[in-house]
């Protein structure tokens, strides 16, 4: 028992730090199979780097260990998004034929001759979508049901993008359908946005709002960015590399390569996530085309999107106040409202805010609209503390690093977390040196 508390201790710790920390640490095998039996304990961690204790295992147990994180990170609404669908292990190393190489590589030419992406048949690739068919086929009907609620969206405002309708499948690699996901560096929501990129495409972050988990206003953001790559690029490939990594690192790699500008020509000069990236496209756009052929088949969504609706707030009132008069679940309304940070939804003059409801529900919503706007008025003057008064993360300022300045003096000027200070500005450490540029969004001047 104490080597397993030592391998989640380390595990846990990985989930909080911005450096792997394991790389001297021995960890005995028959942990692992300890492991096994307290899964319950791993809901919420982060990934551990398998290639550091690699020395240290057979490729069964780190398949193991990779299972138990997997199932951790797809149950936690904090996990690094690109880790849960590949790593190096799907690629190199002894991988079992589940589906042979020739049926392989004819559906792969069945799929290449119907959509802009390149799925040529490639060893690594192979390698990939028997992982996923061997090692990860019990997670796809629950992501195949939360796809049956976001697809039919995420093609509408495709489609009107001028974009592949394959293109919905980023958004899996990207989150898993989550929209509250957050990676360990920032990215949120379905399409993973930074907060700069996000702010960019005009998805506001406040103190109740997060556009960027709002899966409507998210896509579209995700569209004009995906269309504005392919206008440089060309190509949908190198745009999906771009969407990971930024247009700076693909055009290196191409340079780099001697100017070839196929992806797998370039694999080796992009960063490692990124070389990554665009199998695990691959490999979840094939798992999902033959599905059925997989024996693969999707849990019934609760409910889906065609069956929901907007009406418009004309006052701030919680989840708690609409669910008691409606009897529309909290849970209800925040999967369908994941914007709301606090499960709060705000007025604001001239700033319209709206809750999604089963369509079934809207006329118990507007029957009882003015009762819900008296039980949020009687909260309001019951409460001890007043709700937090909405602010706009809108204006950017410019802080110059001083003599005796440290990120926790900062934050306390500007009323920022140091998290979100180090998030803006990609720091992955706390140092600071004299004259250093910081950006901030502060909450006050």
């Known amino acids: 028992?104490?080597?397993?508390?030592?391998?989640?201790?380390?595990?846990?710790?990985?989930?909080?730090?911005?450096?792997?920390?394991?790389?001297?640490?021995?960890?005995?095998?028959?942990?692992?199979?300890?492991?096994k039996d307290n899964l319950q304990v791993?809901?919420?961690?982060?990934?551990?780097?398998?290639?550091?204790?690699?020395?240290?295992?057979?490729?069964?147990?780190?398949?193991?260990?990779?299972?138990?994180?997997?199932?951790?990170?797809?149950?936690?609404?904090?996990?690094?998004?690109?880790?849960?669908?590949?790593?190096?292990?799907?690629?190199?190393?002894?991988v079992e034929s589940i589906v042979s190489s020739d049926l392989l590589k004819a559906r792969l030419a069945e799929i290449n001759a119907t959509t802009p992406f390149h799925l040529n048949y490639n060893p690594s690739l192979e390698k990939v979508i028997n992982n996923y068919i061997k090692y990860r086929k019990k997670y796809y009907p629950a992501l195949m049901a939360r796809a049956q609620y976001y697809f039919p969206m995420f093609e509408q405002h495709l489609d009107q993008y001028d974009i592949p309708i394959e293109m919905k499948y980023l958004a899996i690699v990207e989150?898993?359908?989550?929209?509250?996901?957050?990676s360990r560096v920032g990215a949120t929501g379905l399409w993973q946005f930074m907060y700069g990129t996000g702010k960019q495409f005009k998805l506001a972050v406040n103190s109740y709002v997060d556009e960027r988990q709002s899966p409507v206003k998210a896509t579209i953001a995700a569209c004009k960015y995906l269309s504005q790559l392919y206008d440089i690029f060309d190509d949908?490939?190198?745009?999906?590399?771009?969407?990971?990594?930024?247009?700076?690192?693909?055009?290196?790699?191409i340079k780099r390569s001697g100017g070839y500008r196929n992806y797998w020509n370039i694999r080796p000069y992009l960063p490692r996530e990124t070389a990554g990236y665009l199998p695990a496209f691959y490999a979840t756009m094939y798992i999902f085309t033959y599905a059925d052929e997989l024996g693969i088949y999707p849990t019934a969504p609760d409910i889906y999107n065609f069956q929901t609706d907007t009406i418009q707030v004309k006052r701030t009132v919680t989840f708690d106040q609409i669910s008691e008069k409606t009897g529309v679940e909290n849970e209800v309304l925040s999967f369908l409202n994941p914007q709301y940070k606090m499960d709060v939804i705000p007025f604001v003059k001239n700033k319209p805010f709206s809750v999604r409801l089963p369509r079934n529900k809207l006329v118990d919503f507007l029957d009882k609209e003015q009762e819900i706007y008296a039980l949020a008025a009687y909260d309001d003057s019951k409460r001890e503390k007043p709700l937090p008064k909405y602010l706009e993360m809108d204006k950017?300022?410019?802080?110059?690093?001083?003599?005796?300045?440290?990120?926790?003096?900062?934050?306390?000027?500007?009323?920022?977390?140091?998290?979100?200070?180090?998030?803006?500005?990609?720091?992955?450490?706390?140092?600071?040196?004299?004259?250093?540029?910081?950006?901030?969004?502060?909450k006050r001047m």
């Open 42 to 94: 791993l809901d919420t961690i982060q990934p551990i780097q398998t290639e550091i204790v690699k020395e240290f295992y057979t490729d069964d147990d780190l398949k193991l260990i990779d299972s138990l994180l997997v199932e951790a990170k797809f149950k936690s609404p904090l996990f690094d998004s690109n880790q849960y669908v590949i790593n190096d292990a799907d690629i190199i190393g002894n």
């Open 236 to 253: 949908w490939d190198l745009a999906l590399a771009a969407y990971n990594s930024g247009p700076g690192n693909v055009l290196k790699a």
């Open 396 to 442: 950017r300022t410019t802080y110059r690093v001083k003599s005796g300045d440290y990120l926790g003096k900062i934050a306390k000027k500007f009323g920022v977390g140091v998290s979100k200070i180090k998030q803006w500005n990609n720091m992955r450490s706390t140092k600071l040196k004299i004259g250093q540029r910081l950006y901030i969004y502060p």
């Open 1 to 35: 028992m104490k080597k397993l508390l030592l391998l989640l201790l380390i595990i846990s710790a990985q989930a909080f730090s911005q450096e792997p920390i394991i790389d001297s640490v021995f960890v005995q095998k028959d942990t692992i199979i300890q492991l």
């Open 175 to 182: 989150s898993t359908l989550d929209p509250r996901a957050k």
